[in-house]
């Protein structure tokens, strides 16, 4: 689908409008799920959260699964 919006038929005015949405979505996502893997001392969450671009799904499992589990341990 990414790929359509990219190099799709859509004008470049509602293309940027949707990956700037898309940015505003992820961001807050990825800056949670780093601060939670950081300070839980997850080094290999955190690069994996760093480098990989998941449009905030991976952020949110991390966050409500992975982390919590952590978390609850702790």
């Known amino acids: ?21 898309l940015a505003l979505w992820t961001l807050p996502w990825k800056a949670v799920a780093l601060w939670k893997a950081a300070r839980l001392k997850q080094k290999v969450w955190f690069v994996i959260l760093l480098c990989v671009n998941s449009l905030a799904s991976l952020e949110i499992i991390y966050i409500f699964l992975a982390a919590r589990k952590k978390e609850k341990r702790a």
Do not use: A, E, P
């Open 1 to 21: 689908m990414l790929q359509y919006i990219l190099y799709g038929t859509i004008s470049s005015t509602k293309r940027l409008v949707l990956l700037i949405l």
